[in-house]
Each structure stands twice: as structure tokens, then as C-alpha cells.
């Protein structure tokens, strides 16, 4: 329930020994490593302690997890998940349910018999039990009003023969009422009484039935000196800070809408609230009572601080959305709006409602103070000083509240429409401004909030670039792969590639991928996901990197800006995007995997290890990205910001280890801007290291033709009997063009590269063998 696995080490601390990078606890901070000294106000002493006190809390509740890091220990607001799905536990009723009835089934009148021997031995009266007449729910306009002995209800009308009582027998008719049948629950009459008394008691309190034009909400927002205004219509929401909008067109695919919280969290949580109010639960969606959990007030971290708060959860489109009520006031305090699974839902927070005040009048409370969240950290904070419901309403103020402390300015400027499935977010912002520090918000009585981190966004002030697409996992791997490519050319024989990946990194079309074999031919085809088939050439190289810069010469709208290109921390969550094993042909999408980076490492060639010409920095991914097509395939983080390259195939020739790296791009912008001007990269002596005992042409059984020539190609003109080269099938006249990944321009070359290989080392030859290339592997 935790999403982590924890252990015992040899001192007895309790250590978490695995973890999920989807989990709640994921995202909060739990990491592999960690000790765990408290769960839930309680102390940790052992791992069947921790399991112990685990047990014992509810799905879907927040409860605090002390770790110990470094030293230094932290609380975690956690969010537990279940032991089983929802369908499985109904798979595992229905089944248990199928057992029982298929066995003996008891005797109706035996057991009447049986409890009349009961009855006489304990000295009941069953006359007095069989004169008492049980009582109805308190809810009359649910359930028959109970039938008096005349047979009658209270209504005086006759109730018929089969809802008559008899001695003995219960109430039939009361009882059938009372029995509600619906997958997944014993019994759905209590579920739904629950359900319609916590509706009812913030019905009377805040009636908006009759409001079903569009609302209109103004206010400040902490940190912004223009006025803001939210417009909450049927199918969209707005939002217009000064000469800045946001719209937000809410659709059937509400969980992509959702995964934009960051700028459209606000909309969507108001949204849900507004159709709440005005629909009520049983027309807003299927609306079930969720049972209560605790809700976290003030700067305490406490689960026995929170109070319980009753929860009704629906099912608005096809998003999941969670309505808290304080148990106080009996007005919804919590609108949650889950997206994706691995992801935070919106949180929207009401700190204080207000009265509409109209002349003297009062009318129904609505939210003064609204505050959006995201995890555990408050983003926004808005005070809403007037209402207009209806399109032809005027404005009605609202009772005045607290005033929102100050937030960061505004982001970089944004003029940019990005469309997907299910979503349309239309961004016009002019001003670029600066984030500024921030000063800690003083909450009102009863807020959840103490403060409003440094580092804080208001909706729409993300950057939004041809790169940069927030959304879904899906949303955003649909957008990104846009700016990848396909690539085709030399290769296809003897175990050799001819395909490989690359991505766009300008708008005139340049496309950067690793340079390899499939490269060394005069003609690259590059083909894209809408179908676009270009004809590319190789502008530059880096030998160091090894990396290539193709030039497709078609200007295109879809390429990474390297400017934005990040460099995440051990720990971020990445996509990585690649045409591996060739899957994609044509106007198909690549392929797109989900990972974690593991690790910031050195790639460095030695013996036994993994032999490459890049020696350098390098990420880790948890990815299995090293297939063949995936090299030169995109790195991106979960919103779409590029982080690095995907290498080649790269295995521990000693262990068989195959190794998932990326090349970060912080890397490589240096060297791309030289061959984006068109200046050539030599390649650097640290690259070519000698070794204690090299490898030779003699060792090998190779003898090239006279080198007569300033660079004179290393044709073979003899292969000794019985060597290396002949027992891997090395033949005269083959041209050798790499040796271990290295291009040979010349004889010379090639003797300077076996130099940097040991004799104990195999040495893989990639040559021409008339028309076609064919990869020799020489083993000692």
C-alpha cells in the first residue's frame, strides 16, 4: 500500500530495499535507502512493526512518513493505495459469493424451530417481540412509512396482503426497501442514504440548482497586481489575468484536461465544484460515499491533528473527483480531480466561503478563498471578491475575506496554441517577467495552507514551447514524438543496423543522432511521424561525441529548442523516444518508454568494461533503451524538455551487461553550434590512450597493401593461415573502415588506433566487402 518494499539491515534499521516510481511516495521524496523511523505518529522499531502499524490504515489516506536521510530526517505526507483494485476485490466477492451458494442452503422453517427452542430457554416473550414494530429510517421520502397493527400506514392506506405483518415475521416490504443491489457493495442503501445527507445538509447552505448560465468569479490572485476573473461556462473555462487568457476546453477526455494542472488546475477543480452545486451527485455522475479521511490544517503534519472529514467521490467524464465536507460546517471544504494513474491529482482547497450580498439580502455561501495545490505544496492563491451567475446577471459582491499574500511574478511570455486529444489550450500572454522571492502567507482561520513555496506557478505561467507540452504521459509523448525522425540507411548485412534514430533540433531541420555505420552512405533518408520522407546529408561530426548533425534541408515547426534542454537530477522520471528494433515504418509513431534516471556515471573505456570511444558523463536509465534503432533517440522529462541522446547498443563484454545511458545534452551544445556553422571537430589525443600491451597488424594475421600513400586505405592484401583474422573470416581485399567504432580514414589510423586496444581485448573490424559491409569479430 506503501509502493515500497522495506527491510531489516544488520544494525536493525529499517531500510526501504525497493520502491515505485508511480507511487505516491514516489513523488514525495521516498527513495531507495531510506530508514523509516515513524508511520502515522507512531514509532518504527522493526520491519514487522512497520508492516504491523500499515495494516491498520485505510486506502486512499495521507498519513505522515518519517525518514531518516543523510543524517537529517523529514516527514512525509503520504497517500496510501489499496492492497487490491476496485475489480478485483469485486472479482474476489463475486467469486466467494459463487461458493456459497453453491452448498447446502439452510431450512427456513428449521430454523424458525431452533429459535423458538432459543427463545423458550432464555425466557424471551415472544409475544412482546413478536407485538414490537420496528421503525423506519428517518428518511421518509426514501423509504414506506411502517405499518401500524390495522394493517394500515401511516397515511391510512391499506398496505397490501404480502406487506401485511404477521407474528413472527418481519416486515417484507420495509425490508425489500432497505435492500439496494449493486456490484461491488453488500448492500447500496446505506452507501446511497450517506450520500444524499451530506448532499443535502450543503444544498441548504449553498442552493445554486436554478444557476446553470455561466459563472463568473473576480478577484486577486497572491502575487499579481491586475485583477482576475474566472468564467466557468458548460463546456470551457477562462481565465484572464490583465491582458493574459487561458481557456481550457473541457471535454470527454477529462483525465488529458487534468493532467495540465499547471495551468488549468484551477479551472478544472472550479469546474467540478460549480457542476456539483448546480447538478448535485446524482446528475454530476455516478457519486458514491468514499467513508471519511483525514484532511491536514495548518503547518501540522499529525494524522491525529487532521480531522476525518466525510468524502463523496464521482465520476465526472472519465475522471475520478473527490468531494470533502467539514464535518463543522457541512460545506465542501476539498476538490480533488484525479487524471492518470503515477500522477497528482488537483487539489483545490475552499480556506473561506462568503455570502452573496445583495442589498440587504443575504444569499447562499460561495467560496471567498480558494487555494490550488499540487502534492503537498500550495501554488495559488485566489481571493474572489465578486460573482456574476448567469450570462445576463450583474455582478453581486462578495462578503469580504482575507487578502492573499504575494506571489511570484509571471513566467516568460507565451503566444503559442497547443492542440491534443481531448484538449485546447489557447495561451496569450504578452509580458515576460522575472520570479521573484516570496513571502510566506499568512492563512486565515481554518485554512489548510501555512505558506506558498518560493518556487511557486500560477496557471499559465509555464513556458510552452515547440519542446515543452505539458499534459498526460500520453498527451505528452504524442506532442514530443513530432520532433523525432526516423532514420534509414547503410547497413542490413551481417548483424549491422540500417536503421537508427535521430530528432529535430532546429527550425531549418537539422537533425542530431549518433554517429554510426548507418550514416556512411551519401543519402539518409529521414522520415517522420506524419509521413515526410527526407532526403538528408551528414553536416559535421563530433569523433569525441560521437555524434552527427544531418542536414534534411525542409524547415519544420517540431524540433527540441537546445536552449531549454534540462539537466535533471538522479531521481527524475524521463521518456525516452526511439524507433528501437525498426518497429515504426512510415507515417507510424516511434516507440516510447517510461523511465527513471538512475544514475550520473563516467563512461570510461578500459579493459573488461564496457569499451566505447565517448568517455564522458553519462545518465543511467532504468529504461530498457540499449536496442538496436533506439541510438540517437530522444531523452525527454515527463512535461517534454530534452534532457539527452540515447547511446549505442553497449554491453560489458567480461559480464554480458547490457547498459541503458543517455548522453546529456548539456554535453553536446557546445560542439552542435561548430557544426551547425559548419566547423569540423578533430578528434582528441585523450581519446586515443595506449596501452600497456598492444595489439598488432602481426598479432592479428593481418597484412595490409604497401602504404605508399599519405593516407593510403587499409586494404587487406593477405590473411595469415590460422590466426585471428582468418578464424573470424577476414578476406583478402576487404577495406577496413572502423575498427572498435572508430572510423579508419588510412593505414596509418588504423595503426594508431591498435595502439589503445590490449591484446587480451577482441577487436571487432567493420569493412567493405565488395558491395556490402560485413562486421569481423577478432577473439583472442
Known amino acids: 500500500t506503501l509502493g515500497a518494499t522495506v527491510s531489516t539491515d544488520a544494525s536493525g534499521k529499517v531500510l526501504v530495499s525497493n520502491i515505485l516510481s508511480l507511487s505516491d511516495a514516489y513523488r ?65 466477492v463475486n467469486s466467494e459469493a459463487s461458493e456459497m451458494h453453491g452448498g447446502p442452503q439452510p431450512d427456513p422453517n428449521k430454523e424458525l424451530d431452533k429459535q423458538d427452542e432459543l427463545d423458550q430457554k432464555h425466557g424471551r416473550d415472544k409475544q412482546l417481540e413478536d407485538d414490537f414494530e420496528p421503525q423506519a429510517p428517518h428518511d421518509a421520502d426514501s423509504h414506506p412509512a411502517p405499518a401500524d397493527s390495522s394493517g394500515e400506514d401511516s397515511s391510512g392506506t391499506e398496505l397490501s396482503d404480502a406487506a401485511q405483518l404477521e407474528p413472527g415475521q418481519p416486515n417484507k416490504a420495509l425490508v425489500e426497501s432497505m435492500l439496494i443491489e449493486r456490484s461491488g457493495f453488500a448492500n447500496y442503501y446505506y452507501n446511497r442514504l450517506h450520500r444524499n445527507e451530506l448532499w443535502e445538509r ?40 490583465g491582458s493574459r487568457t487561458l481557456t481550457a476546453e473541457l471535454t470527454d477526455r477529462m483525465s488529458d484536461v487534468v493532467a495540465q494542472r499547471r495551468e488549468t488546475g484551477l479551472l478544472v477543480a472550479l469546474h467540478a465544484l460549480q457542476q456539483f452545486l448546480t447538478l448535485g451527485p446524482e446528475r454530476i455522475g455516478d457519486t458514491i460515499y468514499l467513508g471519511t479521511l483525514p484532511v491536514y490544517a495548518g503547518t501540522s503534519t499529525m494524522l491525529a491533528d487532521a480531522p476525518r472529514q466525510a468524502v463523496l467521490q464521482s465520476l465526472w467524464y472519465d475522471a475520478k473527483v473527490r468531494f470533502s465536507f467539514d464535518s463543522t460546517t ?72 482575507a487578502q492573499p499574500a504575494a506571489l511570484p511574478a509571471a513566467s516568460p511570455a507565451i503566444d503559442q496554441q497547443t492542440r491534443r486529444r481531448g484538449l485546447v489550450l489557447k495561451h496569450h500572454f504578452v509580458a515576460t517577467q522575472s520570479i521573484s522571492s516570496q513571502e510566506p502567507v499568512a492563512p486565515a482561520n481554518g485554512s489548510h495552507a501555512n505558506g506558498i513555496p518560493a518556487n511557486a506557478e500560477q496557471p499559465g505561467t509555464a513556458r510552452l514551447t515547440t519542446l515543452r507540452h505539458t499534459g498526460s504521459i500520453h498527451a505528452v509523448a504524442v506532442a514530443t514524438e513530432l520532433n523525432t525522425v526516423k532514420l534509414y540507411g547503410a547497413g542490413g548485412v551481417a548483424n549491422l543496423d540500417a536503421y537508427q534514430s535521430g530528432f529535430f533540433i532546429s527550425a531549418e531541420g537539422h537533425v542530431l543522432t549518433s554517429w554510426s555505420t548507418v550514416l556512411d552512405v551519401d543519402t539518409v533518408f529521414a522520415v517522420t511521424s506524419d509521413g515526410g520522407r527526407y532526403e538528408s546529408k551528414v553536416l559535421g561530426i563530433d569523433p569525441n561525441l560521437e555524434i552527427a548533425v544531418l542536414a534534411t534541408g525542409q524547415a519544420t515547426s517540431h524540433f527540441f529548442d537546445l536552449q531549454q534542454a534540462v539537466d535533471p537530477p538522479v531521481g527524475s522520471r524521463v521518456l525516452a523516444f526511439s524507433n528501437l528494433y525498426g518497429i515504426a515504418t ?21 579493459r573488461g568494461s564496457f569499451a566505447s570511444v565517448y568517455q564522458g558523463p553519462v545518465f543511467i536509465i532504468d529504461a530498457m533503451t540499449n536496442n538496436p534503432g533506439a541510438a540517437g533517440g530522444a531523452l525527454t522529462t515527463f512535461d517534454g524538455r530534452l534532457v539527452g541522446m540515447l547511446g549505442k547498443e553497449m554491453r560489458d563484454a567480461s559480464s554480458n551487461t547490457w547498459l541503458n545511458y543517455a548522453i546529456p545534452i548539456s554535453l553536446m551544445k557546445e560542439s552542435i553550434e561548430r557544426l551547425l556553422s559548419g566547423k569540423s571537430i578533430q578528434r582528441a589525443a585523450i581519446a586515443r590512450r595506449t596501452v ?11 597484412v595490409l597493401v604497401p602504404n605508399v600513400l599519405a593516407k593510403t586505405p587499409a586494404f587487406v592484401d593477405q590473411v595469415q593461415p590460422a590466426s585471428l583474422a582468418a578464424i573470424a573470416g577476414l578476406r583478402n581485399d576487404d577495406l577496413i573502415l572502423f575498427i ?26 567493420l569493412v567493405q566487402r565488395d558491395n556490402q559491409l560485413q562486421e569481423i569479430v577478432l577473439a583472442p
Open 330 to 401: 457541512g460545506l465542501v471544504s476539498l476538490v480533488e480531480v484525479f487524471g492518470d494513474a503515477g500522477q497528482d491529482p488537483v487539489e483545490l482547497y475552499v480556506d473561506q466561503y462568503a455570502p452573496l450580498v445583495a442589498g440587504a439580502k443575504s444569499k447562499p455561501l460561495l467560496p471567498s478563498r480558494i487555494r490550488l495545490q499540487y502534492g503537498t505544496e500550495p501554488r495559488l492563491l485566489l481571493s474572489i471578491e465578486s460573482v456574476t451567475l448567469g450570462a445576463a446577471a450583474k455582478p453581486q459582491k462578495v462578503a469580504p475575506g
Open 202 to 241: 450543503c444544498h441548504q447552505q449553498s442552493d445554486f440548482a436554478e444557476e446553470t448560465g455561466p459563472w463568473t468569479f473576480t478577484g486577486s490572485v497572491a502575487g499579481e497586481s491586475t485583477p482576475v476573473s474566472v468564467v466557468l461556462f458548460p463546456d470551457r473555462g477562462e481565465m484572464h489575468v
Open 28 to 92: 514525495r521524496g521516498l527513495r531507495y535507502g531510506d530508514e523509516i523511523i515513524g508511520l502515522a505518529d507512531r514509532e518504527v522499531r522493526s520491519t514487522n512493526h512497520f508492516k504491523n502499524i500499515l495494516g491498520t490504515l485505510p486506502k486512499d489516506w495521507r498519513v505522515p512518513l518519517v525518514i531518516r536521510r543523510d543524517g537529517k530526517t523529514r516527514t512525509l505526507l503520504v497517500r496510501l493505495d489499496g492492497v487490491h483494485s476496485e475489480k478485483q476485490l469485486i472479482d474476489l
Open 586 to 606: 512510415g507515417s507510424e509513431m516511434s516507440s516510447v518508454q517510461k523511465g527513471v534516471i538512475m544514475a550520473r556515471t563516467e563512461l570510461n573505456a578500459r
Open 740 to 765: 572498435n567504432s572508430r572510423r579508419v580514414s588510412s593505414q596509418a589510423a588504423l595503426l594508431e588506433e591498435l595502439t589503445t586496444i590490449d591484446r587480451a581485448d577482441k577487436v571487432t573490424l
Open 692 to 702: 600497456d600491451r598492444p595489439t598488432s597488424l602481426k598479432y592479428l594475421g593481418i
